[in-house]
């Protein structure tokens, strides 16, 4: 069964738009949640969330933490074709060390 | 900083041939993870250590695939005999506890 599930599975923007991507995951008691932006690369680190209801922000881009209903999302304003990659979201596992499962992720792309 | 290192970055093999591929975490980070990614199964974690040692391996495809890290610097994952199925992109990723992990360029390997 998943355990992390991303939505919508992809998107298609026009620069300038926002944007917002889901994450729910079925993991109780973990210590944190991941967001990775992945080019035709790499995963690339965008944000660690670990309580819920505060607000981590990075530019253009912000995500919040609802560990009471299970979910985060990833906000991106003003939409620049440089953002067009897959979002990947990662939650630990407890008692797993450093253990992370990884969504399937959201696949955005921006149109000029 | 390097960051985390993987060799080969492109493979090709034959059906049957024995692959090998390497990676060299970031200096300090005592957890490294072995990931494999494809189109259909996203990003699929195959095994991961800490300080070396093998915690968990459950998501090993099978038989044919083997992962050492002899010391904190170095770790290969071996697949041998190799099959067509098992062309993807490979990732390695290192961290510290309770941190975010930071992905290597990765590893495309065809099998053909």
């Known amino acids: 069964e998943d355990k992390v599930v991303q939505s919508p599975l992809s998107l298609v923007v026009h620069e300038g738009d926002t944007v917002t991507l889901n994450c729910s995951y079925e993991?109780?008691?973990?210590?944190?949640l991941l967001w990775y932006k992945q080019e035709k690369k790499a995963p690339t680190f965008l944000f660690m969330l670990t309580s819920s209801g505060i607000e981590k922000k990075s530019g253009r881009l912000s995500s919040i933490l609802d560990k009471k209903e299970l979910f985060s999302i990833l906000n991106i304003t003003a939409t620049q074709t440089g953002d067009s990659a897959v979002y990947l979201c990662?939650?630990?596992?407890?008692?797993?060390?450093?253990?992370?499962?990884f969504g399937t992720g959201t696949s955005l792309t921006v149109i000029p | 900083d390097a960051g985390v290192i993987q060799s080969p970055r492109h493979e090709v093999t034959e059906m049957g041939q024995e692959v090998t591929l390497r990676c060299k975490p970031i200096?300090?980070?005592?957890?490294l993870f072995w990931y494999r990614q494809t189109m259909m199964r996203g990003l699929e974690l195959l095994i991961y250590?800490?300080?070396?040692?093998?915690?968990?391996d459950s998501g090993m495809p099978e038989d044919r695939f083997s992962a050492k890290m002899p010391n904190a610097s170095f770790s290969t994952l071996k697949i041998q005999p190799s099959e067509p199925r098992d062309s993807a992109v490979y990732f390695c990723?290192?961290?510290?506890?309770?941190?975010?992990?930071?992905f290597g360029p990765g590893t495309r390997l065809t099998v053909l």
């Open positions: 990662a939650v630990g596992l407890p008692n797993t060390g450093n253990q992370f499962y």
């Open positions: 990723a290192s961290s510290r506890n309770y941190n975010e992990q930071f």
């Open positions: 250590f800490n300080n070396n040692v093998p915690i968990d």
């Open positions: 993991v109780t008691n973990f210590r944190s």
């Open positions: 200096s300090g980070h005592d957890y």
